[in-house]
């Protein structure tokens, strides 16, 4: 049986608070220190985009200057304060005396282990004449008691070492006295467990407080939410709001509903906001009269930082400025939860229109005519410009070339916004069969797309006259990339493992009036246009590698992003076309015809189908088998059975013979 005792000492306690100590500090400090030393993500380095990330870091320091210095100093304190408590605790553990010790005769007679029991003998004897009780000479400090003890110690040892009964306890229990009782100790010190009222309340706030507080916060607030982040309120109005003839009107309006469930009331300067809201009143359009009309004639202040932030109107108060960052940067959330619920109903219009919803956002664009503002995302550029420009540019290279005949100032600007600007180039999109050669019903499908971003340098090179390669280096590059396909496919993940060198090197976007750094992310949907159904359930993707004709030579300048789905269950061809939807820029998709055909099993060759055991081939005269035949399948034929058949007929056959016969003869 163990005994348990408390730490009289306070040693064990104090390991105990060395450990919590170290679980907590470390990685405190180092989270720290690391948050000193984060790096700013490197953006767009127009004019514009310079601008709003100064604005930012004003707003930042103006909102939380006093909060984060009083934050700063209380975490420099309490992290200073834990590890003077782990010195003190590591000093003071440092000087306890370590009483635990193997039980070892040896040692205390102080002979070597390789002794015989003659030597062993002997050296006791001159022990005994030395420390014997009766002939000990007392030293300073020392009591007859203590030279007593110490007798019996070398005692015990001699007779471990040559008593067989002794020595068999030390053998079995480690000590010559045989079974010893265990004393573990508790790491909690006497006065601590002395106090009743002080352990009571601890149990009482912790158990019959704190515990029941935290789980009823995580139980509520979970049943509150759903797995998108937003609340369960808002994710109904998503479902019951769109419908399958919805426009992205109808979207935006659904949109605003859920800002009175995601976003706390605001108490901020009423006077700025009702000016505000004339100002929308005036430039609003159609569309702020009917988010006014779904919510009842009334206009929230949620809903006026809003539109104030889509017209680009300018907010003064520290406050609502605060207030329309947070409902910004909420607001993707909430289209991420309403893109899962509508794909889910495979509605193609509509599922295409929340993707594009947040670009708007993104760029400050009241969403609606895309024509009309798709030129005012770059740098200067108002709405009324944009449609003018619409007129004659097709690209950002052509609003470029209009801006220089006019000698106009913001074409440095402009071309400094192209370069991180980039829309994406589909290089492939087609369907694979691991390990098939062509498609069957109901198999398992993968949609391979396969995405770059166009590059300054393989614009350069585009119009340059490309060196003949060999057919040597043509198979050499076709085997490269059908075994990279190939283990791609056999992965586990949706994109293509690719070395960080082939990524753009500025990851933030282009987004003057979005408050923080924007990455861009695309969604790839397979779709049917003349369903208007969407086809697999879509996914979001990101960092596409920029085209690198040098990096062509050895690897491929390109990523490949996958979709698993289960082929249709009858054989034909399907007309279904690739979108590549942009979250962050306008009139960003591309898009691409895809065909998917379904052939029949029999078109496989007798190779394909794969050498099957005979167990698994149905017998031609079953059920099973007659099926297999139509569809042209393989049978078990003849064979054993057969010829087993045949023999029970001709053995039915020669008894039927050899009766009648007899019975002739009878006769």
Wanted: net charge negative; proline share 4%; charged share 25%.
């Amino acid at each position: 049986m163990a005994d348990y005792n408390y730490d009289e000492s306070g040693s064990m306690f104090a390991y105990f608070l060395m450990s919590f100590l170290a679980i907590v500090l470390i990685p405190t400090t180092f989270s720290s220190l690391l948050n000193q030393q984060k790096s700013v993500q490197k953006g767009c380095q127009c004019k514009a985009c310079e601008e709003q990330r100064g604005k930012l870091r004003r707003q930042t320091s103006s909102f939380n200057v006093s909060t984060k210095c009083v934050h700063l100093v209380a975490m420099t304190a309490l992290i200073i304060a834990g590890w003077g408590a782990f010195g003190f605790l590591a000093y003071r553990v440092a000087g306890n005396e370590v009483t635990n010790s193997v039980y070892n005769p040896f040692e205390i007679l102080g002979i070597g282990m390789s002794a015989s029991e003659k030597e062993i003998k002997s050296h006791y004897k001159k022990l005994s004449k030395v420390f014997h009780p009766d002939k000990v000479k007392l030293k300073a400090n020392e009591t007859l008691e203590t030279a007593s003890n110490y007798f019996v110690e070398l005692t015990k040892a001699y007779k471990a070492l040559t008593n067989e009964e002794i020595r068999e306890n030390v053998r079995k229990y480690g000590h010559p006295d045989g079974r010893r009782d265990v004393t573990m100790g508790i790491a909690i010190p006497p006065w601590f467990i002395q106090n009743h009222t002080i352990v009571l309340g601890i149990y009482a706030v912790l158990f019959g407080g704190a515990l029941p507080m935290l789980v009823g916060k995580w139980w509520f607030g979970n049943r509150q939410q759903t797995k998108d982040g937003i609340q369960t309120k808002s994710a109904a109005v998503f479902f019951k709001s769109v419908k399958e003839d919805s426009t992205m009107e109808d979207i935006t309006v659904a949109l605003t509903k859920a800002y009175q469930f995601e976003v706390p009331v605001t108490k901020a300067a009423s006077s700025e906001v009702k000016q505000l809201e004339k100002t929308i009143d005036e430039q609003g359009g159609a569309l702020w009269k009917s988010v006014k009309k779904a919510n009842g004639g009334k206009s929230s202040t949620a809903l006026v930082l809003v539109f104030a932030h889509f017209l680009r109107l300018p907010v003064k108060d520290s406050r609502l400025q605060k207030a329309q960052r947070q409902i910004v940067l909420q607001t993707p959330v909430l289209l991420n939860a309403m893109v899962n619920i509508v794909s889910s109903r495979n509605w193609l219009l509509q599922t295409l229109a929340v993707m594009r919803l947040p670009a708007y956002i993104v760029q400050a664009l009241v969403p609606g005519n895309t024509t009309r503002s798709k030129w005012a995302q770059l740098p200067g550029v108002s709405v009324d410009e944009s449609l003018e420009l619409s007129a004659t540019c097709n690209s950002v290279r052509d609003v470029s070339g209009t801006l220089q005949s006019k000698s106009d100032s913001r074409l440095t600007d402009v071309k400094t916004a192209s370069e991180v600007w980039k829309r994406p180039e589909i290089v492939d999109a087609s369907f694979k069969v691991i390990g098939e050669r062509i498609v069957t019903p109901s198999s398992f499908v993968f949609l391979v797309v396969k995405l770059r971003l166009p590059s300054s340098a393989a614009e350069k090179t585009s119009g340059d006259a490309t060196k003949e390669e060999d057919v040597e280096q043509v198979k050499k590059r076709l085997r490269f990339n059908d075994e990279k396909d190939a283990a791609f496919l056999d992965s586990k993940k949706d994109m293509e493992d690719i070395s960080p060198e082939r990524l753009p090197k500025i990851t933030a976007a282009h987004a003057p009036h979005w408050p923080g750094n924007r990455k861009p992310s695309w969604w790839i949907v397979l779709a049917d246009d003349k369903a208007n159904r969407v086809v697999v359930p879509p996914i979001k993707i990101s960092d596409i590698p920029l085209s690198d004709p040098a990096a062509a030579e050895h690897d491929r300048d390109y990523r490949s992003y996958k979709i698993q789905f289960q082929a249709p269950p009858n054989v034909g061809l399907f007309t279904w076309k690739v979108y590549v939807i942009s979250d962050t820029y306008v009139d960003d998709d591309v898009t691409r015809d895809v065909n998917l055909k379904i052939d029949d099993v029999s078109a496989l060759t007798s190779e394909e189908m794969g050498n099957e055991d005979d167990i698994s081939e149905p017998d031609e005269d079953s059920l099973a088998g007659q099926m297999a035949i139509l569809k042209g399948g393989k049978v078990k034929a003849g064979g054993e059975n057969g010829a087993e058949s045949e023999e029970d007929e001709s053995d039915t056959d020669g008894d039927e013979s050899e009766g009648s016969s007899s019975d002739s003869d009878s006769d």
